[in-house]
């Protein structure tokens, strides 16, 4: 069982950055890959990024790529997500998700293939 707690959204102006973060519970957190969706109002759940189990392989949706940076630290059985250059249609509640893998370079972008979820955090881009 893995317990996921988001943090860090909040309302922001174009342009602007955003750290988002995201604490594991339990023991077990390096043998989960583990990745960041969002859902804007009206729309389905989407994928943004996602990180290895070891941090050694990472990938990003084309509308986040050079923006958006996925990161962890297994030894505080943590995840990041460093937005910059925000832009309004990033505008979205932000869900941190874990899959747990056998193969340390797997990551995947369905969110039916995770199994656990956090309860999500506002991210809000406005002038």
């Known amino acids: 069982q893995v317990q996921l707690v988001e943090s860090g959204g909040g309302m922001v102006q174009p342009g602007g950055s955003l750290r988002l973060s995201c604490a594991a519970s339990?023991?077990?957190?390096?043998?989960?890959?583990m990745g960041w969706f969002r859902q804007a109002p009206g729309k389905a759940r989407e994928f943004v990024a996602a990180i290895s189990r070891n941090g050694g392989k990472t990938f990003y949706a084309n509308s986040v790529k050079g923006r958006f940076t996925i990161s962890r630290d297994n030894a505080k059985n943590t995840v990041l997500l460093q937005m910059n250059s925000l832009k309004p249609e990033d505008t979205a509640v932000y869900y941190c998700a874990a899959d747990w893998v056998l193969t340390i370079g797997t990551v995947t972008t369905t969110p039916d293939d995770y199994d656990y979820w956090g309860q999500g955090t506002q991210v809000t881009v406005s002038s």
């Open positions: 339990g023991r077990t957190f390096s043998l989960y890959s």
